[in-house]
């Protein structure tokens, strides 16, 4: 029973957390589908895939978003057609790169100012080569999730095969996707309470085609939108943060201690930990002190770098953009450079 107790308070405690920074990330998503020129945002955005990378890790100062609230933004990123690099970066990096995280961690560390740095730089090298490894995908109908291919204003065209079997073969794919991982499923409203598709209205065909709405008319969109995606996310990360709950209870404080001593094991354990703990980016500074006299300089940065990146909240979330095998290759990368850079930093400091 007092398990149990644990267990909701805990998850209480991730959805307190994490509820206000996704709905941010749903409100700046919205803003940038009704007041944003996505061809101007897209000229804008630099052409070589690595520069791209760089600079779509950095964006996360002009979006303060933690890892709940980036996916809706990163969402929006790839419909506009922003480039693959630029939305891979943001993805990944904006948990970290920004003013609020950088503060905070700060507040906690203040004593250890390399472990600020340190969780900056590793960040931003290790979104900027993600971001660039994935330039080299072209056509981004076999990652994303068939519901975000069908937006994709730049996107490449299907392949021939695919053009064949006509729409058909698309309704097909798309009955593939749970609902609640589907753009554009439902909304608030409807008649006869039945929710109504927005897609046609919510997803502007044209980058003129709000342009000139009038302020009142942008603004009920907006909140229209932001009604269906905090749903839909919202619902998956409910679902992500009661696993996390529930693990956190399971696992023995006392076992993880046990297991950091050593240079490998510590980074690892502190990976685990990561993904299955899915706090905030904004206050997971202030978890990983409590491990700061147990574990090394290095784990902590692989928590602190890693978590941000993917947690089981995240991959949840990322499921509404890209397809399982996409989010496992992307987990993949992210695990390998982080326990690189944090096994030097370990080997380097013993």
Request: aromatic share 10%; glycine share 6%; with cysteine.
């Amino acid at each position: 029973m007092n398990q149990l107790n644990n267990g909701f308070t805990l998850f209480l405690s991730l959805l307190v957390e994490a509820m206000p920074f996704l709905l941010i990330g749903v409100l700046f998503s919205s803003l940038l589908l009704f007041f944003v020129d996505e061809r101007k945002l897209v000229e804008k955005m630099p052409k070589n895939p690595l520069l791209g990378a760089l600079v779509g890790s950095m964006i996360g100062f002009l979006f303060p978003v933690c890892e709940c609230g980036n996916v809706p933004v990163a969402r929006r990123f790839l419909i506009q057609g922003v480039p693959t690099p630029v939305a891979i970066g943001f993805l990944l990096a904006a948990p970290t790169i920004n003013p609020i995280v950088i503060w905070s961690t700060w507040t906690a560390f203040r004593d250890q100012p390399e472990i600020v740095v340190l969780r900056v730089v590793f960040s931003l090298v290790i979104a900027t080569i993600i971001g660039y490894v994935f330039s080299f995908q072209k056509d981004l109908n076999p990652i994303v999730q068939p519901a975000i291919a069908r937006y994709m204003k730049f996107n490449p065209p299907a392949q021939p095969e695919t053009k064949r079997r006509g729409k058909r073969y698309q309704v097909e794919q798309e009955a593939t996707v749970p609902n609640i991982l589907q753009s554009g499923t439902y909304i608030l409203g409807g008649r006869a309470g039945i929710p109504l598709r927005i897609d046609a209205n919510l997803i502007p065909p044209t980058s003129n085609s709000t342009s000139n709405k009038p302020l009142a008319d942008k603004l009920r969109l907006v909140v229209d939108n932001s009604i269906q995606e905090f749903r839909e996310l919202g619902g998956i990360m409910v679902l992500g943060s009661a696993i996390a709950a529930a693990i956190q209870v399971l696992a023995p404080r006392e076992l993880i201690l046990s297991l950091g001593a050593g240079p490998i094991t510590s980074i690892v354990i502190m990976l685990i930990l990561a993904v299955v703990v899915s706090i905030c980016s904004t206050v997971d500074s202030f978890f990983a002190l409590s491990f700061a006299s147990t574990f090394s300089s290095g784990s902590l940065l692989a928590f602190l770098v890693f978590g941000p990146m993917i947690d089981i909240k995240g991959i949840g979330l990322m499921l509404s953009i890209f397809k399982p095998k996409t989010v496992f290759y992307l987990f993949a990368l992210a695990a390998q450079l982080t326990f690189v850079f944090t096994l030097f930093l370990n080997l380097h400091v013993l």
